[in-house]
């Protein structure tokens, strides 16, 4: 009634981990870094120090404090990690067949289905639910000759 399938799906993710940004100074990074506020660029893509003790550059470091380090060289897909995933999908098809007379039939089917996928990823697992199907059919079937009086 019920399929389980477990699995490891291996992910790659950037993660920040640019040698001297902690400092503020990107400027190896060849790409214009600008200010969230002002839109206007950072001379030599140096983040000014006081910028760096403000109260939201503060939560930024605290919050950096929960972020896996880089595995790999680079400053893009620069994590590599693999996850248990697991996808169960639990269905059953149901069919009756009726012969309820000579010329008389009757034909039910039931149709249920449901998919849930749990799946890790850097933070905690998230498990989803996927489509539930319900699907349900009666037919009534009279057979006739085609004569009349019947």
Not at 1 to 20: E, F
Request: charged residues 20%; proline residues 7%; neutral net charge.
């Amino acid at each position: 009634m019920g399929k389980a399938q477990p699995g490891i799906t291996v992910y790659r993710h950037c993660i920040d981990a640019y040698v001297g940004g902690e400092a503020g100074d990107f400027s190896a990074v060849g790409v214009p870094i600008t200010d969230p506020f002002t839109s206007c660029f950072y001379p030599n893509n140096q983040i000014p120090a006081s910028e760096l003790g403000s109260p939201s550059a503060m939560i930024s470091k605290k919050l950096e404090a929960y972020m896996p380090a880089a595995n790999l060289s680079g400053i893009q897909n620069n994590l590599q990690s693999s996850f248990p995933n697991n996808i169960v999908i639990t269905q059953t098809l149901d069919r009756v067949d009726e012969n309820i007379g000579d010329k008389d039939r009757l034909y039910f089917r039931y149709h249920w289905q449901t998919l849930r996928s749990t799946a890790a990823l850097i933070f905690p697992p998230t498990r989803r639910s996927g489509p539930r199907t319900r699907e349900t059919t009666l037919l009534v079937t009279r057979i006739s000759s085609g004569q009349t009086g019947e």
